[in-house]
């Protein structure tokens, strides 16, 4: 068991659907304790059934838009934990309209200050909140994906955003790396969740990246959750700063096999 005797708070579980959802089930069955938080009421009923299921019943109200609502989450969970050895960051938002058109026209002050806020500096945030009751040997995780270093259609402002967010990873670990804490982006293939249900044409994502990935096909929460046990676990005790990919191999390809095959 790859995450015995650790403990772990999982943000970003939405629905059965969310990557958070594949993380906490991976690291459930790696032995790990687990302890989630949520944005908001709404989510929380989705959430105690999931969270249960694993084995959790210390579920605690977190929006990162408030730096007053991560002080008191933490104030929460440290009555029921002194310390901890993880946390996985699965939070991601920009405005709709962001996620719709033409990048130059659609992208506005607004817009891109939020998907910044939300899906960047919150990582930050968590971080900073988290860090005097990190045990040494921890891992932060963060999730990102491939808009951050190509473009493709209707990602727009969470392109920049989630390359903000990788460089966010990779000074998080220089930040904290002397204090015993790893920091780790996955970067994963496209998956059908409601986050991404946002981003218009999404399907369409999804039959592209299956052409052009090595695998064939996209990938599931489950493959980014065993990867996520990894990275959280003692087992990758030198490894930070990094962005690993887990895309079907979708990035390191530049054309569709077939393509060349039909010729
Ligand atoms: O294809 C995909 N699904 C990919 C997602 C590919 C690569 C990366 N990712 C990233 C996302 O950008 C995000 O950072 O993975 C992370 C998790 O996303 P998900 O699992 O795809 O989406 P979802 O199940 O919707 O979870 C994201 C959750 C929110 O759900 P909704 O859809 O209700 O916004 O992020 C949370 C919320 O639970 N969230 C917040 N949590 C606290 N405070 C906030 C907030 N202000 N805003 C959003």
Not at 150 to 168: H, I
Not at 218 to 226: D, H, P, R, S, Y
Not at 238 to 254: C, H, L, M, P, W
């Amino acid at each position: 068991m790859l995450l015995k005797n650790k403990k772990i708070l999982i943000s970003g579980l939405a629905n059965k659907y969310s990557i958070a959802a594949g993380i906490a089930s991976a690291m459930y069955r790696e032995g790990a304790e687990l302890a989630f938080t949520y944005q908001n009421e709404r989510l929380l009923k989705n959430l105690k059934p999931i969270a249960e299921s694993y084995g959790s019943s210390i579920l605690i109200e977190s929006d990162v838009s408030s730096d007053e609502s991560i002080n008191n989450s933490f104030e929460q969970l440290k009555k029921h934990w002194d310390t901890f050895d993880g946390l996985v960051h699965s939070i991601g938002f920009a405005p709709a309209d962001q996620l719709e058109g033409n990048f130059v026209d659609v992208t506005t002050r607004e817009g891109f200050k939020i998907a910044h806020d939300i899906s960047s500096y919150s990582f930050t945030a968590l971080a900073k909140a988290a860090k005097p009751m990190l045990n040494d040997n921890s891992a932060l995780l963060t999730l990102t994906y491939l808009g951050a270093m190509q473009t493709m259609p209707n990602y727009n402002v969470m392109g920049l955003a989630k390359a903000s967010l990788e460089a966010n990873t990779r000074f998080l670990a220089a930040s904290m790396g002397r204090d015993g804490v790893r920091v780790n982006a996955i970067s994963a293939g496209p998956i059908k969740t409601l986050a991404a249900s946002g981003v218009k044409n999404f399907r369409k994502m999804l039959s592209q990246h299956s052409a052009r990935a090595p695998l064939g096909r996209t990938v599931t929460t489950e493959e980014v959750g065993n990867v996520a046990a990894f990275l959280c676990s003692d087992y990758a005790s030198g490894v930070t700063g990094e962005i690993t990919y887990v895309d079907a191999g979708f990035n390191t390809a530049a054309m569709p096999l077939y393509e060349i095959e039909e010729e």
